[in-house]
């Protein structure tokens, strides 16, 4: 079993070197490390915490570094890092461990020489009255924001510029922490009532999502996969935002559903279980073993209407015309940086190339659609340039569609002024991941 601290450090790396998403890189690490219990926990909030706070934390390193920061070489700075982060945002860590592990987590690493600077550094941390002090915010806002919230300048100043200072300060403060898990019931077998007792013998606690029905806050849930209802295929694990982007399509039995950027599934078996399993549920990815995922999700959920299979969205063989089609295209993924904390320092963070994409899939995917039937346009982002003027852009380019007005369930509001077909799900209003959702109907001819 490998020293918790060691782990984390490896994991670190291979986000670090491999770009590994860090769900998947911690998942194998506790795994692989036999760790569990407070061990599992410290390594998740250690390496977590350091993903989500890296822009501060190298921040306080330059203020006691006689080193620039790109000079000091990877895994010093990781334990750097990490040092920083138990000193100063882990308060169970007693300043003594923070120190003396990093010392020795450098040493086990064969860096004798760099084991003083660690030392130097974070000593000098635990010495100092004030740790650290913030920008000035009154001479640079964006840049204060930036440091004391951990994200990128750019993006701090696309979501005052798209939102709104409320809006973007709250979006920040909600970049931190563990999301909340949310399930979907998995109604063709079971009701919410009976998945909750079933959830609850097995020591999970189930609440209900008020505005979304046959949805839960899952916690207490130990490996999911391990769970008896789960193996049975009472639920799947799916955010409110995307259970509630499939309700905006409003699928029905026996019609024929379109999901062109399907993987890893949880739409399309959303709107399987809404169409009682009866009809067709299409569903694509571009990469065969995301395909191969989304046909053992779908047999271990019983529903034999979803069929999944390889193409390529923006130019992918021609498809069947649809009652029904979702557009949940690949994006920036500004609206799920808490999930996936490793995003944020992206260097290509705001691509410019994606709208381009986006539209492409939009636009070719639109063509299948039958008339008067329904297409959802959505991602996982908050940016207006992949969301609102996508939409409008489609809208006045193909007067053979119209905005299907979006009814809100109650307790999920609009953030800021948007048209009535389109809504920006926000953390601090919908209590839901950064999500955007639009919906068009084909104009009968």
């Excluded at 986000?15 to 692989?32: F, K, P, T, W």
């Excluded at 309700?247 to 009682?276: H, Q, W, Y």
């Excluded at 390529?312 to 557009?327: F, K, Q």
Aim: proline fraction near 5%; include cysteine.
């Amino acid at each position: 079993m490998a020293n918790p601290r060691s782990a984390a450090l490896n994991v670190l790396l291979k986000i670090e070197q491999e770009q590994a998403y860090s769900n998947l890189a911690l998942s194998n690490a506790i795994r692989e490390n036999r760790l569990s219990g407070v061990d599992s926990a410290f390594v998740s909030a250690l390496v977590y915490g350091v993903l989500e706070r890296q822009i501060t934390l190298d921040y306080i390193i330059r203020q006691y570094s006689k080193i620039p920061l790109r000079k000091i070489e990877t895994k010093t700075k990781l334990i750097l890092r990490m040092g920083v982060y138990q000193l100063l945002f882990m308060d169970k860590v007693p300043d003594s461990a923070a120190v003396n592990e990093s010392v020795n987590l450098a040493k086990k690493h064969k860096l004798q020489k760099s084991s003083g600077f660690i030392n130097g550094i974070l000593r000098s941390i635990t010495r100092a009255e004030v740790k650290y002090s913030l920008p000035d915010e009154n001479k640079d806002k964006i840049y204060f924001y930036s440091i004391k919230y951990s994200a990128p300048q750019d993006l701090v100043r696309l979501w005052i510029n798209s939102y709104g200072e409320l809006n973007a300060v709250a979006l920040l403060e909600h970049l931190s922490g563990r999301p909340p898990i949310c399930a979907r019931v998995n109604t063709t077998k079971t009701d919410i009532d009976s998945l909750i007792a079933a959830l609850e013998s097995e020591g999970v606690k189930a609440e209900k999502i008020g505005f979304l029905p046959d949805a839960l806050h899952l916690s207490r849930t130990g490996s999911i996969e391990n769970l008896r209802a789960y193996r049975d295929g009472l639920f799947h694990i799916q955010d409110a935002s995307s259970q509630l982007c499939v309700r905006f399509l409003d699928p029905k039995p026996r019609e024929i559903m379109l999901d062109v950027c399907a993987a890893p599934g949880g739409k399309s078996f959303t709107a399987a279980e809404l169409m009682n399993d009866k009809g067709k549920v299409f569903a694509f990815d571009l990469y065969d073993h995301k395909v191969r995922l989304m046909e053992s999700g779908a047999r271990r959920l019983g529903l034999s209407s979803v069929r999944a299979s390889v193409r390529d969205a923006a130019t992918g063989m021609p498809l069947p015309v649809a009652d029904r089609i979702l557009c949940d295209v690949p994006c920036s993924g500004l609206g799920i940086l808490s999930r996936k904390p490793e995003i944020r320092c992206k260097q290509d963070l705001l691509a410019a190339d994606l709208p381009q994409v986006q539209y492409k899939i939009l636009e070719r995917s639109a063509q299948y659609l039958a008339p008067g039937g329904r297409l959802v346009y959505s991602t996982c982002t908050l940016n207006p340039r992949e969301n609102n003027e996508i939409a409008a852009k489609f809208l006045s380019e193909h007067p053979d569609f119209e905005g299907v007005p979006l009814v809100l369930p109650d307790g999920v509001e609009r953030a800021f002024d948007e048209r009535e077909y389109e809504i920006t799900l926000m953390p601090h209003t919908a209590r839901t991941d950064g999500f955007y959702c639009a919906a068009f109907r084909r104009r009968q001819r």
